[in-house]
């Protein structure tokens, strides 16, 4: 069992700036692949961004090439999510989540772990 949890939301005003962590709690989770996944009400939940199981290989959302990076330190249990120029449509709860395999994908059902979501309010 990994346990996700997600730190570093906020309110923030368009074109600022913002860097989402998300801490596991088992070391096996340095060989799986990771995402970011958000949610605003009323709307589906959106791959954001994913990472592979060694850092290798990033994959982002249309809406968030350019503007979000995602990245993790192993030794730390960590992967993080630095997004900049935020816009109000970037308004949402985000969510960390985990996959069994090193390979990223962006679909919400090949996650199997989640974290409780970190809301971040982008104001214009």
């Known amino acids: 069992q990994v346990q996700l949890v997600e730190s570093g939301g906020g309110l923030v005003q368009a074109g600022g700036s913002l860097r989402l962590s998300c801490t596991a709690s088992a070391r096996t989770y340095s060989t799986v692949a990771m995402g970011w996944f958000r949610q605003a009400p009323g709307k589906e939940r959106e791959f954001v961004a994913g990472?592979?199981?060694?850092?290798?290989?990033?994959f982002y959302g249309d809406s968030m090439k350019g503007r979000f990076t995602i990245s993790r330190d192993n030794a730390k249990n960590t992967v993080y999510l630095q997004m900049n120029s935020l816009k109000p449509e970037d308004t949402a709860t985000y969510y960390c989540a985990a996959r069994t395999t090193i390979l990223v994908t962006t679909r919400a059902g090949g996650y199997v772990y989640w974290g409780p979501g970190t809301q971040v309010t982008v104001s214009s």
């Open positions: 990472i592979s199981g060694g850092g290798e290989s990033t």
